[in-house]
C-alpha cells in the first residue's frame, strides 16, 4: 500500500491518496490538518507522520523563517518614443548639404535605440528625372528616449545645428507611440 499527503489549496489542507495492490483503484480522502504551531505536535503524535514531514514541515523559531522578495520591475525608466519635427533655417538647403556627411556619422556614434527612424522632409514630391538636391526644409525623426530634456540635449549637439541649417526656436518634440512600423 502507497500513501502520501499531498498540498491541496492551503497548508493547512492536504489530500490523503491511498493506493491499493491493485493501481486502477485509488481512493482520494480530503483531510484538514491543523494549521501551524500545532501542525508541529500534530506531525510528532501522528501515525501519518512519515508523510507529513515530506509535505510540510513548520518552522521551529520564527526567527529562522527566510523571506525572498523578487522584484521584476526595471531601476531605469522604460524608452520612451519621441516624433521631433524641425524646419530648417531660410536658405539653409547649401549648408545642410554640406554637413550633411558629418550629420549622418555622428548618428551613428549614438546608441543604437535612440535614433528609430528619421529623414528630410521636402517641399515638394522628388520627380524623376530631377537632376541635384530634392528641396528640404527640415527634418522628421522618431527617437527613443527616457525624456524631452534627453532628445532636447541631443537635438542641440547635432552637427545640422552648429552648422545653422536647423531652427531650434520651431522644433517640435511630441510624445508618441507607434503602432505600426516597417522597414522600406
Not at 87 to 113: F, T, W
Not at 167 to 172: A, I, P, R, T
Request: net charge positive.
Amino acid at each position: 500500500m502507497y500513501s502520501c499527503y499531498t498540498p491541496h489549496t492551503r497548508l493547512s489542507q492536504y489530500k490523503y491518496i491511498s493506493n491499493t495492490h491493485s493501481k486502477s483503484h485509488r481512493q482520494l480522502k480530503h483531510i484538514t490538518v491543523p494549521s501551524s504551531p500545532q501542525l508541529h505536535r500534530y506531525m510528532l503524535t501522528s501515525r501519518f507522520r512519515p508523510f507529513l514531514r515530506t509535505a510540510y514541515t513548520a518552522p521551529r523559531f520564527a526567527a529562522t523563517r527566510s523571506v525572498t522578495v523578487r522584484s521584476m520591475a526595471s531601476t531605469s525608466a522604460p524608452l520612451q518614443e519621441w516624433l521631433v519635427i524641425v524646419p530648417d533655417h531660410e536658405g539653409a538647403l547649401q549648408k545642410r548639404i554640406a554637413v550633411r556627411q558629418d550629420h549622418l556619422g555622428g548618428l551613428k556614434k549614438d546608441d543604437e535605440s535612440f535614433w528609430l527612424w528619421g529623414g528630410a522632409m521636402l517641399e515638394e514630391p522628388v520627380k524623376e528625372g530631377d537632376a541635384g538636391p530634392p528641396k528640404m526644409k527640415g527634418s522628421a525623426m522618431l527617437i527613443g528616449a527616457k525624456t524631452r530634456e534627453e532628445v532636447e540635449e541631443r537635438l542641440k549637439k547635432d552637427v545640422y545645428v552648429e552648422g545653422g541649417v536647423w531652427d531650434l526656436s520651431k522644433v517640435q518634440i511630441i510624445p508618441f507611440k507607434s503602432a505600426l512600423r516597417k522597414a522600406l
